[in-house]
């Protein structure tokens, strides 16, 4: 048993399902958010080193949910502006009590600040382009919540595919599912690692993408990580890849429409944003249920 969670893959398929059954524990039949003191005694180091909304303020919700004692760190007034190291830094918090740290850092620091920090519980929040685990888990939730299983589904994700750790960790938990088919879609130029990817087919046309699918994710286009700003025509993009009503009768009628946040309504529009398909917002409260029950799981270790 895992006692980070650096990676989806830190986490079998039967713990995986386990989270998500769990997480559905901590919403009572009004749909409201359980509070139970299950872990009084344990503190919370929410340790953000790049913006979040969501991420944030629902592990920070979540550990409050359980009874723990959560610091919300403020990176910006830390001593990381004096130049501390975020090695030192967490050391700082773990020597003044902090158990378990949840770290969205720009680079791929949290393995090594494990190994660093070994009686210190890390749980990643987004690291750089490479990986968002609890974000897969509310994905999946959501899906699980609305088709019940992945088995036999038509998957299609649209986007900015190359900077997107969304799409990474999700890919990686795909390998547990027999999925009837993965589809990835987006301009080239923000698609090349997925182009000759053995795991789904890149079809750049998105209408044919998404023909007969079950399951639509959109992602945003992640100007902060471009190395150089592409040369793009927003409107020929928008054309090409903007999630539309048009272009969702493509896929099936009971098809839902998915978008990890923040929204720019550049990759979808305002109106598949408020679609009946649309679970763009279920997406968000799982987000509290599912981080109860990673925070249960790792705090409990
Ligand atoms: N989906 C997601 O990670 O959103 P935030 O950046 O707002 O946390």
């Not at 088995?151 to 900015?160: E, P, Y």
């Not at 990686?172 to 999925?179: A, D, M, R, S, Y």
């Not at 679970?279 to 409990?300: D, H, P, T, Y």
């Given at each position: 048993?895992?006692?980070n969670?650096?990676?989806?893959?830190?986490?079998?398929?039967n713990?995986i399902?386990?989270?998500?059954?769990?997480?559905?524990?901590?919403?009572?039949?009004e749909?409201?958010?359980r509070?139970?003191?299950?872990?009084?005694?344990?503190?919370?180091?929410?340790v953000?080193?790049e913006?979040?909304?969501?991420?944030?303020?629902?592990f920070s919700?979540?550990?409050?949910n359980?009874?723990?004692?959560?610091l919300?760190?403020?990176?910006?007034n830390?001593?990381?502006?004096?130049?501390?190291?975020?090695?030192?830094?967490?050391?700082?918090?773990?020597?003044?009590?902090v158990?378990?740290?949840?770290?969205?850092?720009?680079?791929?620091?949290?393995?090594?600040?494990?190994?660093?920090?070994?009686?210190?519980?890390?749980?990643?929040?987004?690291?750089?382009m490479l990986?968002?685990?609890?974000?897969?888990?509310?994905?999946?939730?959501?899906?699980?919540?609305?088709?019940e299983?992945?088995n036999?589904?038509?998957?299609?994700?649209?986007?900015d595919?190359?900077?997107?750790r969304?799409?990474?960790?999700?890919?990686?938990?795909l390998?547990?599912?027999?999925?009837e088919?993965?589809?990835?879609?987006?301009?080239?130029?923000?698609c090349t690692k997925?182009?000759?990817?053995?795991?789904?087919?890149?079809?750049p046309?998105?209408n044919?993408?998404?023909?007969n699918?079950?399951?639509?994710?959109?992602?945003?286009?992640?100007?902060?990580?471009?190395?150089?700003?592409?040369?793009?025509?927003?409107?020929?993009?928008?054309?090409?890849y903007?999630?539309?009503?048009?272009k969702?009768d493509?896929?099936k009628?009971d098809?839902?429409?998915?978008h990890?946040g923040p929204?720019?309504?550049?990759?979808?529009?305002e109106?598949?944003?408020d679609?009946e398909?649309?679970?763009i917002?279920?997406?968000v409260k799982?987000g509290?249920a599912?981080r109860?029950?990673?925070?249960?799981r790792?705090l409990?270790c």
């Amino acid at each position: 048993m895992a006692k980070n969670l650096i990676s989806i893959s830190d986490l079998s398929k039967n713990e995986i399902l386990e989270i998500i059954k769990f997480s559905d524990s901590f919403i009572d039949d009004e749909g409201n958010f359980r509070k139970e003191d299950l872990f009084p005694d344990k503190t919370i180091a929410n340790v953000f080193c790049e913006p979040s909304t969501r991420t944030k303020s629902s592990f920070s919700i979540a550990a409050s949910n359980l009874g723990c004692s959560v610091l919300d760190f403020d990176v910006n007034n830390s001593s990381i502006q004096k130049g501390e190291t975020i090695y030192e830094t967490i050391d700082a918090l773990h020597l003044m009590g902090v158990d378990l740290c949840v770290l969205r850092h720009s680079d791929s620091v949290i393995k090594d600040l494990a190994e660093y920090l070994p009686n210190m519980t890390f749980v990643n929040a987004g690291e750089g382009m490479l990986s968002h685990p609890t974000q897969t888990l509310l994905d999946l939730k959501t899906i699980m919540d609305n088709k019940e299983t992945l088995n036999s589904l038509k998957i299609v994700i649209v986007g900015d595919l190359d900077h997107s750790r969304v799409t990474s960790s999700f890919l990686e938990v795909l390998k547990n599912f027999e999925l009837e088919a993965l589809v990835l879609s987006g301009h080239p130029a923000m698609c090349t690692k997925y182009i000759d990817n053995k795991q789904g087919l890149y079809e750049p046309d998105l209408n044919k993408a998404l023909d007969n699918a079950d399951v639509v994710m959109a992602l945003r286009i992640q100007h902060e990580r471009f190395e150089q700003e592409l040369d793009l025509d927003l409107e020929t993009y928008k054309q090409d890849y903007q999630l539309t009503s048009e272009k969702m009768d493509n896929a099936k009628g009971d098809a839902i429409i998915m978008h990890p946040g923040p929204v720019n309504y550049i990759e979808i529009t305002e109106s598949i944003y408020d679609s009946e398909q649309s679970v763009i917002r279920e997406q968000v409260k799982n987000g509290v249920a599912v981080r109860m029950a990673v925070l249960s799981r790792f705090l409990s270790c």
